[in-house]
């Protein structure tokens, strides 16, 4: 079972930014970010395919958050800017051996990572 640990979660006013970053102990195609609110049903953020050379957005954060991953460190990281108090929510890491055309569903993933607070607030 590959392993993602997060980091980079805080707290933050409204217009700022933050980068969040995972680390995966092992390869994998598909890395995507999910968020849940409390009370709510998880969400996904964002997702990319390595082979597929492909990044997809949800329209929430469209524009204003950017996915990329390092993988000669085995590292993804998102990039928040313009953060909103909508945006508040513990944002997990999630992997998948291979990309499915289900993506946005996180019941497709089956490795997570234990979650980072982001919190947007005056």
């Known amino acids: 079972q590959v392993q993602l640990t997060e980091s980079g979660g805080g707290l933050v006013q409204p217009g700022g930014s933050l980068r969040l970053s995972c680390v995966v102990s092992?390869?994998?195609?598909?890395m995507a970010w999910f968020r849940q609110a409390p009370g709510k049903e998880r969400e996904f953020v964002a997702a990319n395919s390595w082979a597929r050379r492909t990044t997809y957005y949800s329209d929430s954060v469209k524009g204003r958050f950017t996915m990329s991953r390092d993988n000669a460190k085995n590292t993804v990281y998102l990039q928040m800017n313009s953060l909103k108090p909508d945006d508040t929510a513990v944002y997990y890491c999630?992997?998948?051996?291979?990309?499915?055309?289900?993506?946005?569903?996180?019941?497709?993933?089956?490795?997570w990572g234990q979650g980072t607070q982001v919190t947007v607030s005056a």
């Open positions: 999630a992997a998948r051996m291979n990309w499915h055309v289900t993506y946005r569903d996180y019941r497709v993933y089956n490795s």
């Open positions: 092992a390869s994998r195609d598909t």
